[in-house]
């Protein structure tokens, strides 16, 4: 394999992609040579090849960055005749004759703040240039004492400011063989000093070289309010050596196991548990929320969050590269190259579009010149020429506010809503959750806390709980679901001991199992009992009440069952009657019990409850709605949500703390981990489809009325100038209004 792949070592690039060749289903083989910065991947059948490009971007970029990423697993690595290397997936002999072969572009490094910051700078300054010269032309033609040749020079000075990117961006598109905006704009300023509109072709290009500064200025505001998440990443950690003594090294060097010490006021460098001491974490750069967690032995620390003011010891849980906050960034990256559909159609048009109008300007010269008679190049008493009419159209039908109107509506969004503790990936997630009527809603951790406590252990017969709930804590001593970490909070308070557990298994919706020695060991839901031999049995064994979730504990001669209960979020009802009075309908979808179920539904008063779902059997339940016309939500947060969360038309995960499962397939994460965040998301993409309404709205409506008044005659060129670029500024500014909006509150109307 080749060891010189831009400055990065063969095994972390092997161990990059591998990650992003997993975690993509449709992919079955990629071949990278970095060296020649060249993509390509292998596919079985159609893939949305714009989210699949994003997605490696964002893994080269990891890798490139040098992020601590997992290692390979499952995967074949070859060496590519030339350099580079290749990945694939188990398959058959067969397999490969099947593959589509796609290659893809080599993400470009993307702009940091500083350098968008920089670049909107210097077009303001290339504005402000064209328009001291353009005005000192102005008035300098004004002197009848004053040489024409004078005004002349001021005017081509004003055009070179004002047109210097229009004309690195026209240079770029032509060598590409494209025709943009820029070319459209640079051409009718060429065209206005040919016939001698010179204030006409100074003032388009000032006009066109301000809303450039804007849009950037827009653009920079919108990646720092981004980048102050990223800037929370931590750089180093100190960890606790072999002899008990402190060390400080670079947060890559940090291995899963270590154990991290944390000083009061320093980050947490790494997703970690505490071992040791008590504290409370500042996470509101992850989550948007102000107050502080509290942080006790057991609980879950996250990287980029900051102590507050105890010295905790923490022992280290993922790698750098899997943190919660690099989760966080990872997702905002990708969503930044996500476009939204009707983003897709502008684009798309926009190409059209420019074609089209140079056709048209091009026909209606000669209509006005040869089927109307209007002198081609001179104005006249009676009128303006045909190529002056010419110019004016070009000016006023080329769609430069239309082709801003979408992208920065959602760049704003999104920069809103991570700054707020709501994840949007990309912008087709915030136009679906404008046309959501159903929310369907997990019990455990959306409806109510999630943090359950365990309340009894029951053994059958008596005598034996310690030992139950020893093998629960062993079995579940790995998971993250709500249950296990209850279980897991409880062990540790009793100071449990945990057994060895081999050949582990999660048996999906249903629980989970393992070997102590040669003896099976269950751990799950009543229905395993039920269903199995000692359906008999628990037939004579009464439920427990309804606030209560069971879970039952089998091994050999060995029954018990855990009760645990959970606290129902005070915010859910208020939430729910909220979305009632939008029209939304809810419902609610759990493995839950019955009983259990029923309780939280007749507390919160949720319409409709479903209740001792598998995976499955959720699945079902999205799709039936679905095919009753619902645009369906579902909120969740566990492995077992993954399925129904990516049936349903929008997908949305309960955030930092959600599984790895549930935060991949979902479209929109709140981070907060609470549901209102839910309306928050809703009020922000309502908002967002508002707005970008308008743009359209303003930029569609411009041209139409304006190109109108050109075709007519009715309007000079100095108007059409006007009327174009003020669109493209107002565009602009409007999509602004979605990065300084107040942040959303349980007392608001969406």
């Not at 951790?445 to 365990?454: I, K």
């Amino acid at each position: 394999m080749n060891s010189d792949l831009v400055g990065v070592n063969a095994e972390d690039w092997a161990s990059g992609l591998a990650r992003f060749l997993q975690a993509n289903a449709s992919v079955e083989a990629l071949r990278v040579d970095s060296e020649h910065r060249k993509l390509e991947i292998a596919t079985l059948g159609p893939v949305d090849l714009q989210a699949l490009q994003a997605s490696l971007a964002e893994t080269i970029r990891l890798i490139e960055s040098n992020s601590q990423v997992s290692a390979v697993v499952g995967v074949s690595i070859e060496t590519e005749e030339g350099g580079g290397i290749r990945l694939q997936k188990p398959t058959c002999l067969t397999a490969p004759a099947l593959w589509h072969w796609r290659e893809l572009n080599w993400p470009d490094a993307i702009e940091d703040e500083a350098e968008t910051g920089e670049e909107w700078r210097v077009l303001g300054l290339l504005a402000g240039g064209c328009a001291v010269l353009g005005i000192s032309g102005w008035m300098v033609s004004s002197v009848e004492a004053a040489p024409v040749w004078l005004s002349v020079m001021f005017y081509i000075g004003a055009m070179i400011a004002g047109g210097w990117d229009a004309f690195e961006d026209a240079k770029e598109g032509l060598l590409k063989g494209e025709l943009d905006i820029h070319f459209l704009m640079l051409a009718v300023a060429i065209g206005a000093a040919l016939i001698g509109a010179w204030a006409e072709g100074a003032l388009l290009l000032f006009l066109f070289s301000f809303s450039g500064a804007l849009e950037h200025f827009a653009l920079y505001r919108t990646r720092r309010e981004i980048n102050s998440l990223f800037d929370a990443a931590p750089k180093s950690a100190m960890i606790r050596d072999a002899s008990g003594g402190e060390q400080e090294v670079p947060v890559s060097a940090v291995n899963v196991g270590d154990v991290v010490v944390v000083k009061p006021g320093a980050q947490f460098a790494v997703d970690a548990e505490v071992i040791k001491g008590k504290s409370a974490a500042d996470e509101s750069n992850l989550t948007g929320e102000a107050n502080p967690v509290p942080k006790f032995i057991g609980d879950s620390v996250y990287s980029g969050t900051i102590n507050l003011w105890g010295a905790v010891d923490a022992r280290v849980l993922r790698p750098v590269g899997e943190s919660a906050l690099q989760k966080v960034i990872r997702l905002i990256r990708e969503a930044q190259h996500l476009k939204a559909p009707s983003q897709r159609f502008t684009d798309k048009f926009g190409t059209r579009y420019t074609v089209g109008i140079l056709g048209l300007t091009t026909v209606m010269f000669f209509v006005w010149w040869l089927g109307f008679g209007i002198a081609p190049f001179s104005n006249t008493e009676a009128g303006f020429s045909a190529f002056y009419r010419a110019m004016t159209l070009l000016v006023v039908a080329s769609p430069c506010a239309l082709v801003l109107s979408i992208p920065s509506a959602i760049l704003a969004a999104i920069a809103w809503g991570a700054r707020h503790g709501i994840l949007f990936r990309g912008g087709a997630a915030i136009e679906k959750m404008a046309e959501v009527d159903l929310v369907a809603l997990d019990k455990t951790g959306t409806l109510t806390t999630g943090e359950m406590e365990v309340d009894s252990v029951e053994s059958f017969p008596p005598g034996r709980e310690r030992e139950a709930a020893e093998l629960a804590y062993s079995l579940e001593a790995h998971g993250s679901h709500p249950i296990g970490r209850a279980i897991k909070k409880y062990a540790k308070a009793k100071g449990l001991e945990q057994r060895t557990i081999d050949d582990f298994q999660a048996m999906s919706g249903k629980g989970v199992q393992g070997r102590e020695g040669q003896t099976l060991c269950v751990l799950g839901r009543r229905e395993l009992l039920e269903d199995g031999p000692l359906a008999e049995w628990i037939k004579d064994v009464p439920e427990s009440a309804p606030e209560f979730s069971e879970n039952w504990i089998l091994k050999d001669d060995l029954i018990a069952r855990i009760l645990l209960k959970d606290q129902i979020r005070t915010e859910s009802q208020p939430i729910l009657e909220k979305l009632k009075a939008m029209g939304v309908r809810t419902v609610m979808l759990t493995g839950d019990r019955r009983g259990a179920a029923e309780s939280v539904g007749r507390a919160i008063g949720i319409e409709e409850v479903r209740s001792g779902l598998t995976p499955e059997g959720k699945v079902d339940a999205i799709l039936e709605y679905s095919k009753s016309g619902y645009k369906v939500a579902m909120v969740g947060d566990g492995v077992n949500d993954a399925p129904s969360l990516a049936a349903a038309y929008v997908s949305v995960a309960m955030g930092a703390r959600g599984s790895d499962a549930a935060l991949e397939q979902s479209e929109v994460v709140l981070m907060k981990d609470r549901i209102e965040n839910y309306l928050a998301a809703t009020d922000l993409s309502h908002r967002a489809r508002s707005i970008i309404r308008q743009n359209l709205a303003i930029s569609l409506g411009t041209v139409v009325l304006m190109v109108a008044a050109a075709i007519c005659g009715w309007i000079p060129l100095s108007v059409g100038v006007f009327a174009h670029e003020g669109s493209t500024v107002v565009v602009c500014l409007n999509s602004l209004r979605l990065l300084f909006a107040k942040p959303w509150s349980d007392t608001s109307m969406p």
